[in-house]
């Protein structure tokens, strides 16, 4: 079964709209993490924002934020105010467990933003 | 600057030729780690290593191997390297301490052909 689900392979959204990109994930462990990851047309890796599964509050990161509902097991990631600079694929990931670095990406949204 | 440093960028090589490919941190991280990229797949995890000396297998570690005998190092080998292995690889490196971020930060990537 799939732990990390990316079910948008491409989204659209016009410059300055905000912009949700799903992501969910399946663990029975209660101790994990989430991140994502950008990764623009020029191929290098950018850490954006993670949220942790113990963490009370949606993280967010200037115009990033992760919506995390937990009952749900979604942690979807939240564009505000979008720049052409933002058209990218993005990767949500997962770790699950606290005394371990196994990291499991999903396969992706590809985010255009058209002026 | 900090940053993750992989050589070579680029490497075209022959079924069964053993190779290495670098990786180096300048940010003294605990933690490093090898993904593979690969069109439709995101990026899956090869091996990771949270201390000098302690290496774990991630999801894909066959046909590989690892080594971290200083905390800055972390070199991927392919002993007889198979034209399955032609993928895009990216070392990364994270703090486990502190306020974070947590995120990897990930290295420029090593774009590997084998013929």
């Known amino acids: 079964a799939q732990k990390i689900t990316q079910t948008q392979p491409g989204m659209f959204v016009q410059e300055k709209e905000a912009v949700t990109l799903d992501c969910t994930y399946d663990t029975s462990d209660p101790s994990y993490g989430l991140f994502w990851y950008k990764q623009p047309s020029s191929g290098e890796m950018i850490f954006l924002i993670y949220?942790?599964?113990?963490?009370?509050q949606n993280a967010t990161e200037g115009r990033y934020s992760l919506n995390f509902q937990k009952a749900r097991k979604s942690a979807n990631l939240v564009i505000s105010a979008s720049q052409l600079g933002d058209s990218a694929m993005y990767f949500c990931?997962?770790?699950?467990?606290?005394?371990?670095?196994?990291?499991?990406f999903g396969t992706g949204t590809r985010l255009q933003v058209f002026p | 600057e900090a940053q993750v440093t992989q050589n070579p960028r680029y490497l075209i090589t022959v079924t069964g030729k053993k190779l290495t490919v670098t990786c180096s941190q300048n940010m003294n991280h605990e933690y490093m780690s090898w993904y593979r990229q690969d069109p439709g797949l995101g990026l899956r995890q090869i091996y990771y290593s949270m201390n000098v000396e302690v290496t774990d297998k991630g999801d894909v570690p066959e046909g590989y191997k690892v080594s971290r005998k200083e905390k800055r190092n972390f070199p991927l080998i392919l002993e007889s390297p198979s034209p399955n292995q032609t993928s895009l690889y990216f070392c990364?490196?994270?703090?486990?301490?502190?306020?974070?971020?947590?995120?990897?930060?990930f290295g420029s990537g090593t774009r590997l052909t084998v013929v």
């Open positions: 990364a490196s994270r703090l486990t301490s502190g306020t974070g971020p947590y995120g990897y930060t």
């Open positions: 990931a997962m770790r699950e467990g606290w005394n371990t670095d196994k990291l499991i």
């Open positions: 949220q942790g599964s113990y963490d009370q």
